[in-house]
């Protein structure tokens, strides 16, 4: 058998095996980006993670809430269920994992900003303030803030409540709407702030405060929630105007596409109304019944949505 000797490699070939190596490790990088390609920021985190962050309440009923297990489930949830289908399609990515993260409504504005959630999916005021700083979907509820007071109470508008303490939720419309009647009317109200409803709720309850102000919607829910009925009621005069939307980050034109995406389909399929029905009038899973039916606004906002064939004839 000849002997084969080994020679050196030559400078040409060193040269030519770290331009293939170099070749081969970019198309192993290029490959692995394609996924991720031309994806917004949130989307991309998305498909990396192959999960989707919810930020959820725990006490704004119907739209938020805990059940009996301590799930979260609500109306505004099962909207964000349907957008994680529709980015699973944008990310192609079908089984992507949902991620609970709790919120309260003084940190589910911080949460979005600083990363914390994709999407917070509460009960939360799409108005032209927040809109400087996040996104919002398009509109899936109109509410506006009422007072909430024992039966035996005489008050019957915030102007009956001077010189009294009303309890309100930090963070919220309500707050600033309460601050803005105070002054309007000459009130000196004392204006007391808790986290969440449930505490603002309780602080009522215990003889705390005179009056609970948040959003229409959420006082009947609470008193729903609580059974109730026999102890307090809603009253006054609207204060504020709150049109509800889903957040999420601003700047991300994909991103809301989105969101508008999911929720054309929705409406194409006619299925906004039965879900709105789902959480409004029918019986809750938690046993309760709002009975508070699709105003005339918000059927013609779900109306908007619907891009089928037959709406346009």
């Given amino acids: 058998m000849d002997r084969i000797l080994a020679r050196p490699l030559t400078s040409g070939v060193l040269l030519l095996a770290a331009s293939l190596l170099a ?115 398009p509109l899936m509820f109109v509410a506006g803030t009422k007072l909430m007071v024992p039966r035996a109470s005489t008050v019957a508008a915030v102007t009956d409540l001077k010189g009294k303490t009303v309890v309100v939720t930090k963070g919220t419309t309500n707050e600033q709407a309460m601050h803005v009647a105070d002054k309007k009317f000459s009130l000196g109200l004392n204006i007391v702030t808790s986290p969440d409803h449930e505490q603002s709720y309780q602080m009522l309850a215990d003889g705390k405060a005179d009056a609970f102000a948040t959003d229409d919607i959420l006082l009947f829910g609470l008193i729903a929630r609580h059974k109730a009925q026999d102890r307090f009621r809603v009253t006054g005069d609207y204060l504020s105007y709150d049109p509800y939307g889903i957040m999420f980050r601003k700047g991300e034109p994909q991103l809301a596409a989105v969101v508008e995406r999911a929720f054309r389909k929705l409406g194409s399929n006619r299925d906004l109304v039965p879900l709105y029905k789902k959480w409004f009038t029918a019986r809750l899973p938690t046993g309760e019944r709002l009975n508070v039916p699709i105003s005339l606004q918000l059927e013609e906002a779900f109306k908007a949505m619907d891009d089928s064939a037959s709406a346009n004839n």
């Avoid at 489930?73 to 609970?100: H, K, M, Q, T, W």
Wanted: proline share 5%; glycine share 6%.
């Fill in 23 to 137: 070749t081969s490790l970019f198309a192993r990088s290029a490959h692995a980006q394609t996924a991720s390609e031309g994806l917004s920021p949130t989307l991309s985190a998305i498909k990396s993670a192959h999960a989707v962050r919810l930020g959820y309440r725990e006490s704004s009923p119907p739209f938020s809430f805990l059940d009996q297990s301590g799930r979260p489930i609500g109306y505004s949830l099962e909207l964000c269920a349907a957008i994680v289908e529709e980015i699973g399609v944008e990310v192609d990515d079908p089984n992507l994992r949902i991620d609970y993260v709790k919120v309260t409504p003084d940190d589910r504005i911080d949460a979005v900003l600083q990363n914390k959630i994709d999407l917070e999916c509460g009960s939360t005021t799409a108005n032209a303030e927040r809109g400087k700083r996040v996104a919002f979907s």
